[in-house]
């Protein structure tokens, strides 16, 4: 067996000699093995084809293939360390090898007990030294005019049709096209040819760290030459003036600003990227992403103060601020809307806008009243309540609805007091249905707490029709999570459909603020209703497909019911991960959250005979239940004694459905 590897730099003697010796000795046991990539077709076309020879071509490892050779380079790696790496490797083995052994070098991965482990952050992964110089390498070898069309695909980004680059290149249409068929020979890049993609036919580098090379030998005046390009063609060449890729219109501005801060057309071009994130801000509101959202309007607060000294600057950031918040809050990201409020807080009490700075204080509230953090929340939301009741108008009755729903939660004696007085304010001020219905749906939130149900239906039922009637999908989903929560205890197939109706509603505005409440309610009703497998189906397919895993409300659902179902060992890993969730809870004092984690944890308690333990986490939920006057806690508690009961005395633990 002879063996020759990187054939793509051999010289033509030793290729002649190779196809000699395969010619004379194809009646011998002789086998010769050519490891050479796609450049050994430039310089020899043909070669490996003909009598006694055979060429594979070899694609990239598969995923799993890709976290095998992860997981045996570094042992238990975290899921998400292990798809970072794989993912910038792109298939390679030798990429992956590679980017582990630069993280050796900046001690990430340490030897603990002669294994290599993961015991830093990884941080924003780049292109290892070690094969920086191969891959540039592999671009020095082209002809110089196809060196500069790969540079301007590099600014383009990771996929791109070969219109675009026609356009930012300047080059005739023929030459490009036929420089990209040379690309793609050479697997510098590789067409998309899924006939369900709506990216068919464009082009996409083979791999990301090649673009990444590409990219850093151009100098940064022709980054930020190349950029500008790239935006002013997407603007033309998208209607709307680009509104469909704003956002990437956007992160070319940006790029271009970062290439050379201190240029004259610096402020010319933070202008336009502030434009840009704000286009791209509201299209992601428009679409139901929040997140996209939040960290569009941060970015370009953070520029409005470079672009504008002074009262202009703060003023446009406040605003920005605020839109910040609120989008961040619709996400359900309570450190965010905290942060971001606070931001927009400031900046108008700098500017000496006592009333928009209230506004900002309440949305703060808001926050800390979702994440958690009562007693904070009430500080901030009867300061702004307080400013605002001066000269009472839409704001003054958002804070107060806050404010008085916080109270509801809270078990206080002010809840109701402030939940009929937001009522009359609102109904005095002709506030828009969709407020009004909020505010219906804060009383009818007490009205239940104190188990005057029939009317906290008939409050909850008219918040759901005038949410429906304004065309406001969040407002209607919360409203029919809390109907379904109150119709839980009468009438638990009404429950369910109210539940599911809502998740609907809150999947297609993406509020994540209200959808895990909506889930957990769906399948605490489904249990209820003996519907076991629709309930795990359901808990399943939001923890796929709606990024909810870190949200508590659906991971207690799924281990209470596997729990419920005698899967021991599911239920283990499921609570297993909410150690720290329960600990942060306790800490934050959130305790309705923390009464339905305690009431999960006792039915998988008893599912492993831990009588004594599970009695006592079914104690302090009710507890909890009592101070809240929150009636389906107590429900709950109730239900879950009875369950453990009949786990632990009746079957000694097996699994039964009571």
Request: glycine content about 6%.
């Amino acid at each position: 067996m002879l063996l020759v590897e990187d054939a793509q730099y051999a010289d033509a003697g030793l290729l002649d000699f190779l196809d000699h010796l395969i010619d004379w000795a194809r009646d011998l046991p002789v086998f010769v093995l050519v490891f050479a990539r796609p450049e050994l077709a430039q310089v020899r076309p043909g070669f490996g084809t003909g009598r006694n020879r055979s060429t594979l071509t070899l694609d990239p490892l598969d995923p799993e293939s890709m976290d095998q050779l992860a997981d045996a380079l570094v042992p238990q790696m975290p899921p998400s360390a292990r798809a970072k790496i794989t993912s910038q490797a792109q298939g390679v083995p030798l990429f992956a090898v590679e980017t582990v052994r630069s993280l050796i070098d900046r001690d990430i991965v340490q030897p603990v007990e002669g294994i290599y482990r993961l015991v830093g952050d990884l941080g924003e992964l780049t292109v290892p030294d070690s094969l920086h110089a191969l891959l540039a390498a592999r671009l020095d070898a082209l002809d110089p005019g196809v060196r500069l069309l790969v540079a301007d695909a590099a600014v383009l980004g990771t996929t791109f049709p070969a219109e675009a680059l026609i356009a930012v290149s300047g080059h005739d249409e023929p030459s490009v096209r036929a420089a990209l068929s040379d690309l793609v020979r050479r697997e510098v890049l590789s067409v998309s040819t899924d006939p369900l993609s709506p990216e068919r036919g464009s082009y996409q580098f083979a791999q990301q760290m090649l673009r990444q090379v590409a990219y850093d030998t151009l100098s940064r005046k022709d980054r930020k030459t190349r950029h500008l390009k790239v935006a002013a063609h997407l603007r033309s060449a998208f209607a709307g003036d680009g509104e469909e890729v704003t956002d990437v219109i956007a992160q070319h501005y940006l790029d271009a600003l970062n290439a050379i801060p201190g240029d004259p057309d610096a402020a010319q071009i933070r202008e336009h990227a502030t434009g840009a994130l704000i286009r791209a801000g509201e299209r992601a509101e428009r679409t139901g992403s929040h997140a996209r959202a939040a960290a569009a309007y941060a970015t370009a607060a953070e520029l409005s103060l470079d672009a504008a000294e002074g009262a202009g600057g703060r003023q446009a950031a406040a605003a920005l601020w605020e839109r910040a918040a609120q989008a961040a809050s619709t996400n359900a990201n309570w450190a965010l809307t905290v942060e971001y409020a606070g931001r927009a807080r400031d900046h108008y009490r700098e500017l000496g806008q006592d009333r928009a700075a209230a506004r900002a204080q309440a949305i703060a509230g808001l926050g800390l009243h979702r994440w958690g953090r009562h007693a904070e929340a009430r500080d901030q939301l009867t300061a702004a309540v307080e400013v605002l009741r001066a000269d009472p108008d839409a704001d003054t009755v958002y804070s107060l609805g806050e404010l008085a729903s916080l109270e509801v939660f809270a078990g206080s004696p002010d809840a109701d007091r402030l939940t009929a007085e937001v009522l009359v304010l609102g109904q005095a001020l002709d506030v828009e249905p969709s407020q009004f219905g909020v505010l219906l749906l804060v009383r009818g939130l007490y009205l239940a707490s104190v188990e005057r149900r029939p009317q906290a239906i008939a409050y909850l039922r008219e918040s759901a029709r005038l949410a429906a009637q304004a065309g406001d999908n969040s407002a209607l989903g919360r409203a029919l999570i809390n109907l379904a929560d109150v119709l839980a205890t009468t009438d638990l197939t009404a429950a369910a459909d109210a539940a599911r109706t809502a998740i609907g509603h809150l999947r297609r505005v993406g509020n994540r603020s209200y959808l895990a409440a909506a889930i957990r309610t769906l399948g605490e009703a489904l249990v209820q209703l003996g519907e076991w497998d629709v309930a795990e189906a359901e808990l399943a397919q939001a923890v796929d497909s709606d990024a909810l895993a870190d949200i508590e409300h659906v991971v207690c659902a799924q281990g209470w019911l596997a729990a419920l179902r005698g899967d021991a060992g599911t239920a283990e890993t499921v609570l297993a991960g909410l150690r720290d969730l329960r600990v942060g809870l306790r800490a934050k004092s959130t305790p309705y959250h923390l009464a339905h984690g305690l009431l999960d944890h006792a039915a998988y308690l008893a599912q492993k005979q831990h009588q004594d333990a599970a009695a006592a986490a079914v104690d302090e939920a009710r507890a909890i239940g009592r101070r809240l006057r929150c009636q389906p806690l107590l429900d709950r508690a109730e239900a879950t004694a009875v369950t453990r009961f009949y786990l632990t005395e009746r079957t000694g633990g097996t699994s039964a459905r009571p």
